[in-house]
């Protein structure tokens, strides 16, 4: 039996309701080196937009985008977004909340950003309304060594400020709040009334949700080339995007019939 089938088999024995939760980037969307160009492929979407209207199912979409860099790859009905990483929780067709940042933590922001201009202006740079994200995928490629000098720069200087600092792959964070996934995982968990989770993720920001999912469930882990490592716990592991897509169309098979 193949790996996505031993792992669709173990799912379905889980307890419903069951809360599919995805992160985006490299698990549903391949990874580009432009952020803003990443797709959900359209054959996905339609697996997502039927899973959603499973009545055993809670469909969660995880992500460190914002809300409205995740609305340019999907607008998908019945769905729970956590974006920023889990700083926003959305039940389906929540509106956003407003949050303010204290003088402090803007000011601080204002110096990375700073840093940003003067050092980083090349690479892509995300703009949330809590944090700033630096992806040195392309600078990378061309530059290594470059990209290794300004994530360390980053790190130095988004301690010295006091923003808290959140490492992916070929990325650095500076946030003025601190949140993570597992804790936006355990929060729709608990509003959705599910009995299980399933979480698939592929990033050293998705472990604290891969932890959470195999406490009450299970979480999976895709491997990649830029990153080695797998989660501390008994994830399962799945090789590609392409066999997370093989693995929710065969769920979608098997479960809404
Ligand atoms: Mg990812």
Same mark, same amino acid.
Request: hydrophobic fraction near 45%; charge should be negative.
């Given at each position: ?7 669709? =088999?173990?799912? +379905?024995? +889980? ?12 698990? +549903? ?12 492929? @359209? ?14 199912? &809670? ?32 039940? !389906? =067709?929540?509106?956003? !909340?407003?949050? &303010? ?5 803007? @000011?601080?922001?204002?110096? #990375? ?30 530059? !290594? ?7 360390? =720069?980053?790190?130095? +200087? ?48 998705? #472990? ?12 999976? #882990?895709?491997?990649? @080339? @830029? ?15 392409? &066999? ?14």
């Amino acid at each position: 039996m193949s790996r996505v089938d031993s792992l669709l =088999e173990v799912l +379905l024995t +889980l307890e419903r309701p069951l809360l599919l939760a995805l992160d985006v980037d490299g698990t +549903l969307a391949p990874i580009v080196r432009d952020p803003d160009l990443a797709e959900i492929p @359209e054959q996905t979407l339609s697996t997502l937009a039927a899973l959603a209207e499973v009545p055993t199912l &809670e469909l969660a979409l995880i992500t460190g985008r914002d809300l409205g860099s995740l609305q340019r790859m999907e607008r998908l009905q019945g769905v729970w977004r956590a974006v920023e990483h889990g700083g926003v929780v959305l039940a !389906p =067709e929540q509106a956003p !909340p407003k949050r &303010e940042l204290t003088s402090g933590q803007r @000011e601080a922001l204002d110096r #990375f950003r700073e840093w940003v201009d003067a050092r980083a202006h090349d690479a892509f740079i995300e703009y949330k309304p809590q944090a700033i994200a630096v992806h040195v995928r392309a600078i990378a490629a061309s530059d !290594p060594l470059r990209a290794d000098r300004l994530l360390r =720069e980053a790190d130095e +200087l988004a301690e010295s400020l006091g923003l808290h600092v959140r490492r992916g792959k070929a990325l650095r964070e500076a946030e003025a709040v601190r949140y993570d996934k597992g804790s936006a995982l355990r929060e729709i968990f608990d509003r959705s009334g599910a009995r299980s989770v399933f979480f698939v993720g592929d990033d050293l920001t998705d #472990f604290p949700a891969v932890d959470f999912a195999t406490e009450h469930g299970i979480g999976a #882990f895709v491997r990649s @080339e @830029e990153q080695r490592g797998t989660p501390s716990t008994s994830a399962k592991l799945l090789g590609s995007v392409d &066999e997370v897509t093989a693995l929710l169309s065969k769920l979608l098979e098997r479960i809404a019939r």
